[in-house]
């Protein structure tokens, strides 16, 4: 092998600049390569372990300028960083905010070290995306030293540090944001710090969709993780993750308690704020979260792969859709990704009010395979009926006021396609007339029109007393949390719930 007749020392810098991807298979091309190679193998080992699943671990809570100082030691560890977890949520009593806890058994006093700090201060002013998003390097730095000194909760998040950490790597394919991550209105209303963070972040993702380097930052992301905890007080703005979702390698957006409501009051507006692009997302699952029509629109009319599309509503902070309408909701997604989604889920976590207009039909998604819903999506009118249930409630001069008993059956709201369908019900009360509706002609539907659909499940809460109406219409009782056994909190109900739970690493309630 000609390899073999370098200097000894240029063959350990080849081998050098085939780490992070290319060494292991390199190596084995040939046993005198693999004996040169050992010291670089136990290296790269030594790497990955550490750094391949990033977390904090250090003695200071959300310590992500630590993450640049070991950087700005040794560039590789960028290269080497696929996962990156920035919610620390380690309780305040067993880390520090405090500025001047710095040294706690293995960790080095870098922020004392003037030479450690003016190295990553290099890096991060050199950055070209501070210049290319027409950024005062100077300043920037200034305000992540303003987050780095504060001695208290309000800069867990470090937006600053972390948007210059996220400027190194590459090779990053899942990532999770700081809890509380920026607050972030439409961008022409944003403050000037919101405003800066934004257009670094712009100038690093079109970078990333624009060149052939293969050494871009964020150019293999294609998972976003959950921030925020689920309850009635916890709230972002879906906005926090625009800037992201144009990504090219973007596939999955998993989320937690976003909002996506104009409602001129307690609603986080949402804006996709580059109408001439699109994202390639094909999944997402947003849990106990609060949108509107409108506000998932203004979304999934720029996601047209999207093939996953699970939602779980929940009334926000002072009553934030405090009615809601699953009508409206899942008549804005067919229209925008009906062609394409092949599974969907629409459910109920806290509802606080009315239903203003029920879930009606499901014929405007032809290649729907899977569906689950809750059955408290089709307790209101339909939206083509003109009447509608909540504080704004209305019905049109001479028309019947919607019932309950005017629910068709769900089988005649099914596409062909179908395969399996889960329902979710609070039986018996108030769920017992709107499930012997849902169930009605099920099985005359599935002889003649749903030939492909296999699996019907109903899952019930602690008990079994829907088994024989259920049973009855060819479909099978789940109990969920039974008598007995750990009990879980009703919002949990939902399969897709358990599923997301499992994928994003658990989930926080407060």
Request: contains cysteine.
């Amino acid at each position: 092998m000609v390899l073999l007749h370098l200097p000894p020392e240029i063959l350990d810098e080849i081998i050098s600049l085939t780490l992070p991807s290319g060494i292991e298979a390199f190596a084995l091309c040939c046993k005198a390569v693999n004996a040169r190679a050992a010291s670089q193998i136990q290296r790269h080992n030594t790497l990955k372990r550490q750094w391949k699943y990033t977390a904090h671990n250090s003695a200071r809570r959300g310590d992500t300028l630590r993450m640049l100082y070991e950087i700005s030691r040794d560039s590789l560890v960028a290269l080497y960083i696929e996962s990156l977890n920035l919610w620390d949520r380690r309780q305040l009593g067993n880390v520090s905010r405090d500025p001047r806890r710095l040294v706690t058994g293995d960790f080095v006093n870098f922020r004392a070290d003037e030479e450690a700090m003016e190295r990553i201060r290099a890096m991060v002013m050199g950055s070209e995306y501070l210049e290319n998003a027409g950024v005062d390097a100077e300043e920037w730095w200034g305000k992540m030293m303003k987050e780095d000194e504060a001695g208290d909760e309000d800069y867990d998040d470090a937006p600053y540090t972390v948007v210059s950490l996220l400027g190194l790597l590459p090779n990053l394919k899942t990532l999770q944001l700081p809890h509380r991550w920026y607050d972030v209105r439409p961008f022409e209303n944003a403050k000037d710090d919101v405003k800066r963070l934004v257009s670094v972040l712009d100038a690093i993702v079109e970078s990333s969709n624009g060149g052939n380097d293969s050494e871009k930052p964020l150019e293999k992301l294609e998972t976003m993780l959950p921030f925020m905890p689920a309850g009635y007080e916890e709230r972002a703005g879906l906005q926090c993750v625009q800037p992201f979702m144009p990504l090219k390698s973007m596939r999955e957006l998993y989320a937690v308690s976003c909002l996506a409501v104009d409602d001129q009051y307690t609603g986080i507006p949402f804006q996709w704020r580059f109408p001439e692009l699109n994202s390639p997302l094909r999944r997402v699952e947003l849990a106990y979260c609060c949108m509107d029509a409108d506000g998932i629109s203004l979304l999934l009319s720029h996601t047209p792969s999207l093939a996953v599309f699970r939602y779980s509503h929940q009334t926000k902070w002072h009553g934030c859709q405090h009615d809601w309408n699953p009508g409206t909701f899942s008549e804005a997604i067919a229209r925008h990704c009906g062609k394409t989604i092949t599974e969907l889920a629409i459910t109920v976590d806290e509802l606080y009010g009315d239903i203003c207009n029920g879930a009606s039909s499901f014929l405007s998604f032809p290649n729907l395979q899977t569906l689950e819903v809750d059955v408290c999506i089709f307790c209101g009118p339909p939206v083509e009926s003109g009447q509608e249930r909540g504080m704004y409630g209305r019905v049109p001069e001479g028309e019947i006021p919607w019932t309950e008993e005017d629910i068709p059956c769900l089988g005649s709201m099914l596409p062909e396609s179908v395969i399996e369908v889960q329902i979710n019900t609070d039986f018996p009360k108030p769920d017992v007339v709107v499930l012997k509706l849902l169930l009605k002609n099920l099985r005359e539907q599935r002889e003649i029109r749903l030939k492909k659909l296999g699996k019907v499940i109903v899952w019930q809460d602690k008990e079994d007393s829907a088994r024989t109406l259920v049973e009855s219409a060819g479909a099978a009782v789940c109990v969920f949390s039974p008598e007995g056994t750990q009990t879980r909190s009703r919002s949990m109900m939902p399969a897709w719930k358990r599923e997301f739970e499992e994928r994003v690493g658990g989930l926080e309630f407060t």
